[in-house]
């Protein structure tokens, strides 16, 4: 039988919420990804242009913020599927940091945002340029934000896992 692995990162709650529920209607394991430093209230203000979150999320394409060395093995696994929240329009980086370290080949990747608004397109685009400066062979499917239970439906039926 396949097995699926749902990975989140949740600075607030929503992802976690959304990944809890999704592992639940997959009957997949739930595992989440830290960042050495965590955010602080502070540190997620983007209405302040100086503060963490924001300077990281304005840095080149390439920015990585590290993750604790925390992740499970992803051997047993066929399908990876990562949350995350969307910020200035994009994952975290420590998403970009979670794909360098995780070994996807071969795997389906699928991923998805929750947000205030922004759609996923531009999340997407990045993840894309993730998986290719790691070289990776698989089978990367279309991601969504899931703002709303009847979202999360839509985009189970619309992806294929193995
Ligand atoms: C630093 C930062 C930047 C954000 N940028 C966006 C954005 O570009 N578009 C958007 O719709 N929401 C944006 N948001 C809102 C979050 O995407 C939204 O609240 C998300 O559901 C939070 O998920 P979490 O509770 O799992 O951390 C931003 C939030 C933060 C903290």
Redesign the pocket.
């Known amino acids: 039988m396949s097995k699926t692995i749902v990975l989140y990162y ?7 919420q959304v990944a809890q529920t999704l592992a639940k209607q997959l009957g997949a394991d739930l595992a989440e990804i830290h960042p050495v430093k965590p955010y602080t209230s502070t540190d ?1 203000n ?1 209405h302040d242009e100086s503060t963490r ?2 300077v990281e ?1 304005k840095q080149e394409h390439d920015g990585r913020v590290p993750i604790k060395d925390d992740l499970p093995d992803l051997t047993p696994y066929d399908n990876v599927i990562i949350g995350h ?5 994009i994952p975290p980086r420590l998403i970009a940091a979670t794909i360098d370290k995780l070994d996807l080949n071969g795997k389906v990747l699928a991923t998805f945002g ?5 759609g996923y397109d531009r999340a997407q685009a990045n993840i894309a340029r993730t998986v290719q400066e790691n070289d990776y062979q698989l089978d990367l499917q279309s991601g969504d934000v899931l703002n709303s239970p009847a979202k999360l439906n839509a985009w189970l039926d619309s992806i294929s896992l193995k």
């Not at 949740?10 to 976690?16: E, F, M, Q, R, V």
């Not at 929750?114 to 922004?118: F, I, K, L, M, V």
């Open positions: 949740s600075a607030t709650g929503t992802t976690k997620l983007w979150a924001t999320q929240p969307i910020w200035w329009g929750t947000s205030g608004s922004s």
